[in-house]
């Protein structure tokens, strides 16, 4: 045990599994955000048929907890459905690791939140759900506001969201201006593959 990390957290940290973008991903989802210091994009590949992830990778940015506990997410869920992924918690993910600091739950919890969203678009690209506020807002508590470390809408950032169709206008109240382009940029991104034409506008 090294500062408080299990020997399967050191070994993931040293040697993550599934690493990169995926290229033929179908759907992607990003949690966290760069500035708070913990960061993930998970990358998925689902067959439309079965629902079986066939295809899973992470890019993510942080500490030694993130890094682990984003690569332990792509091994549990490779080759699994949808049903099996969906009962997934962080508590699962901690026990598969050999336990963490209770200092660093938050990446895994960041690494369950990223898989929600991803079967959330999922159901969404599928019309299996549709594209209302709810849906909306839970993609967006995903990602964090790097000025406050809550996420966008616990942080008060988003004003107001309207749906039409595949139109999505989101309004937002970006407090500091230094994080602005990485906040807009982390909301587009959170909404990729879904086919949708999105306008994010300043109060």
């Given at each position: 045990?090294?500062?408080?990390?299990?020997?399967?957290?050191?070994?993931?940290?040293?040697?993550?599994?599934?690493?990169?973008?995926?290229?033929?991903?179908?759907?992607?989802?990003?949690?966290?955000?760069?500035?708070?210091?913990?960061m993930l994009k998970l990358y998925v590949k689902i067959d439309p048929e079965t629902e079986i992830i066939e295809d899973i990778s992470f890019e993510s940015y942080g500490c030694v907890a993130n890094i682990a506990t984003s690569s332990m997410i792509t091994e549990m869920v490779r080759g699994k459905n949808l049903d099996y992924a969906r009962k997934l918690t962080f508590q699962d993910e901690v026990r598969e690791l050999g336990g963490l600091p209770k200092v660093k739950y938050h990446c895994a919890v960041l690494a369950i939140q990223a898989l929600r969203t991803i079967i959330r678009k999922w159901e969404c690209i599928q019309g299996k759900a549709e594209l209302d506020e709810e849906f909306v807002k839970g993609i967006l508590r995903g990602i964090l506001d790097p000025e406050t470390d809550k996420d966008m809408i616990s942080s008060g950032i988003i004003k107001g969201i309207e749906i039409s169709g595949k139109n999505l206008k989101i309004s937002v109240a970006i407090g500091d201006a230094e994080y602005r382009e990485e906040i807009v940029s982390n909301i587009e991104e959170a909404f990729e593959k879904m086919g949708l034409k999105m306008e994010i506008k300043e109060e």
């Open positions: 045990m090294k500062i408080g990390y299990s020997p399967k957290v050191m070994e993931l940290f040293k040697n993550p599994k599934n690493v990169g973008a995926l290229e033929d991903a179908n759907v992607t989802a990003i949690a966290g955000s760069i500035a708070c210091g913990d």
